[in-house]
């Protein structure tokens, strides 16, 4: 056995030997690898895209704002033909740069991406398009221009953008989209990402935050007018809810539970009994401080109807549930009551953002700590208006 000083010198020397022999090994891995890249690069000049841009879902978009496409050489004689071949208003417009959202979910989701999409297009000076398969296209005459057929077709550079706030406004996002426009502040855009500037992008997220289409709230509110075959139905409804109640108010309720699974593995808890004998105590009537007020009629829609007339029934005399319609139609009917009081979820929102009365929801709408407590910011959610209980 070597003695202590002897034995560290050999390991030193050893631990040199061995460094060397990596260095050299590391260069020659190093060469080839640039070697390789040079090689493809050059030998694939004019990569086709690998992507589509209207529908890429199953994309790993791992941080906010991440650029995925790989196309990024534009093709201007694809993009003036395309141009020439929608009119001038619609997509030379606002410099032919479009802006789409992957749209999902159902009725509220749909309607927060269209009107955050409409909200953020007209900021930042893009053009917004939609699917024109989108299903609430069938419940509005919607504004905004559909996607062109002939986009997917061209080679057009298509940036994926991710909204990753929930309940709140993705100011990263924001700024990523202004840069896109070329109206960023502060830093500039260099290397690789400047190629890029210009490009169509396409977000995807679920955009839930009024702030987004505060400025354009009077355009939508008339533009969200229900299609005549659903908003007929729904004043028919309304008339009958309205007989023999001496033209006191209308308060129309929204119940969120069908999807109970659902809502609550992502931390949204759902409306409890104590919730709506809360809310309906508030609009009560009767003799109040102000004086006598007329006692209200209580509209219910649920995913659940069952569940309300077995559990709501006895809060109030004067309740009616709303059984058969289609979603569009019950939404269309609660929005249009006096006053609106919902639970949790995006379709209840919407019945409150529609209406013009008083809005109450459910203040304690999800389980401490979940991914909906944690996202959401309470002023960028509801409206400063509506009331919490
Ligand atoms: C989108 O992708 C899915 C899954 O790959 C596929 O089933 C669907 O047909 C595609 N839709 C369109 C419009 O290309
Ligand atoms: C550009 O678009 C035109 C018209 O769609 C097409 O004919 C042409 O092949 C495209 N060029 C490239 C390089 O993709
Ligand atoms: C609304 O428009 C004003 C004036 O153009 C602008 O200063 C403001 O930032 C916009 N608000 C939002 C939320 O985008
Ligand atoms: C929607 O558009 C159709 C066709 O232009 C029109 O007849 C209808 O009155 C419109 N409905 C609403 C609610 O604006």
């Known amino acids: 056995m070597l003695p202590l000083a002897e034995r560290s010198a050999a390991t030193w020397r050893y631990g040199v030997a061995r460094c060397k022999l990596l260095r050299a090994a590391f260069l020659f891995f190093a060469v080839i690898a640039v070697t390789l890249v040079a090689f493809y690069r050059t030998s694939q000049p004019d990569r086709p895209t690998t992507r589509s841009a209207k529908n890429g879902t199953s994309l790993p978009i791992e941080f906010a704002s991440t650029i995925i496409n790989d196309n990024v050489k534009r093709n201007n004689s694809a993009t003036t033909a395309m141009a020439a071949a929608a009119g001038n208003k619609?997509?030379?417009?606002?410099?032919?740069?479009?802006?789409?959202?992957?749209?999902?979910?159902?009725i509220g989701n749909q309607l927060f991406m269209y009107a955050a999409l409409a909200g953020i297009a007209e900021e930042l000076g893009f053009d917004a398009r939609i699917p024109d398969t989108l299903p609430v296209r069938s419940m509005f005459n919607l504004t905004l221009n559909t996607i062109p057929d002939q986009w997917e077709a061209t080679n057009r550079p298509v940036m994926l953008m991710e909204g990753k706030k929930f309940g709140s406004r993705d100011e990263s996002l924001l700024f990523h989209l202004s840069e896109l426009r070329g109206i960023g502040k502060g830093r500039k855009w260099k290397g690789r990402e400047g190629k890029r500037k210009g490009?169509?992008?396409?977000?995807?997220?679920?955009?839930?935050?009024?702030t987004y289409f505060s400025n354009i709230s009077e355009?939508?509110?008339?533009?969200?007018?229900?299609?005549?075959?659903?908003?007929?139905?729904?004043a028919r409804i309304l008339r009958a809810c309205r007989r023999g109640n001496d033209g006191s108010p209308l308060v129309g309720i929204h119940v969120r539970r069908g999807d109970l699974q659902a809502l609550h593995s992502e931390g949204y808890r759902t409306g409890d009994v104590d919730f709506f004998r809360r809310a309906i105590a508030h609009f009560r009537g009767g003799?109040?401080?102000?004086?006598?007020?007329?006692?209200?009629?209580?509209?219910?829609?649920?995913?659940?109807?069952?569940?309300?007339?077995?559990n709501l029934q006895n809060l109030h005399p004067s309740i009616v549930f709303l059984t058969g319609n289609t979603a569009a139609v019950d939404m269309s009917v609660i929005s249009q009551c006096d006053h609106v009081i919902y639970d949790v979820g995006s379709y209840g929102w919407w019945c409150g953002w529609l209406s013009?009365?008083?809005v109450l929801y459910m203040e304690n709408f999800a389980e401490r700590d979940s991914k909906i407590a944690r996202g959401t910011?309470?002023?960028?959610y509801f409206l400063p208006q509506w009331l919490g209980l």
């Open 287 to 310: 003799d109040q401080d102000g004086g006598p007020t007329p006692t209200p009629t209580f509209v219910v829609a649920s995913d659940d109807v069952q569940w309300c007339v077995e």
């Open 356 to 358: 013009s009365g008083q």
């Open 219 to 234: 355009r939508l509110r008339r533009e969200l007018t229900f299609r005549d075959e659903i908003g007929d139905e729904a």
């Open 90 to 106: 619609a997509i030379g417009g606002k410099q032919g740069v479009i802006l789409s959202v992957d749209f999902k979910g159902g």
């Open 377 to 380: 910011i309470r002023e960028e």
């Open 199 to 210: 490009s169509d992008a396409v977000i995807y997220g679920y955009l839930q935050s009024w």
